[in-house]
């Protein structure tokens, strides 16, 4: 059973920055396409960003040039840095790993594990 673990939610103001982390249980970062999705109150789990085994990486438009991902295969770690926060991305993030090969985006229900999540709060 794989098991993801997020770790880096916090609450910062407007302009800051966060880095979100996930472990991982096995070595699934080489056999997986990995990403992150986020979920703000009342509203729809959404894709944000996703990371091939070949580390080609895939942004939504909301946040790209903003958010940086990239995981470590040796260390079974998944990283999303993200610079410039807005209050609109204010929301719970999880980790994912879907295992149809990467996209130009992830879709829920091809996600196979999923994470807790981590809140991440930004204040204007």
């Known amino acids: 059973q794989v098991q993801l673990v997020e770790s880096g939610g916090g609450s910062v103001q407007a302009g800051g920055s966060l880095r979100l982390s996930c472990a991982a249980s096995?070595?699934?970062?080489?056999?997986?396409?990995m990403g992150w999705f986020r979920q703000a109150p009342g509203k729809e789990r959404e894709w944000v960003a996703g990371?091939?085994?070949?580390?080609?990486?895939y942004y939504a438009v909301s946040v790209k040039g903003r958010f940086t991902i990239s995981q470590d295969n040796a260390k079974k770690m998944l990283f999303l840095q993200m610079n410039s926060l807005k209050p609109e991305d204010t929301a719970m993030y999880y980790c994912a790993a879907d295992p149809t090969p990467c996209l130009a985006t992830m879709k829920l229900a091809d996600v196979a594990y999923w994470g807790q999540g981590t809140q991440v709060a930004v204040s204007s």
């Open positions: 096995t070595d699934i970062y080489r056999r997986y396409c």
């Open positions: 990371i091939s085994s070949g580390l080609t990486a």
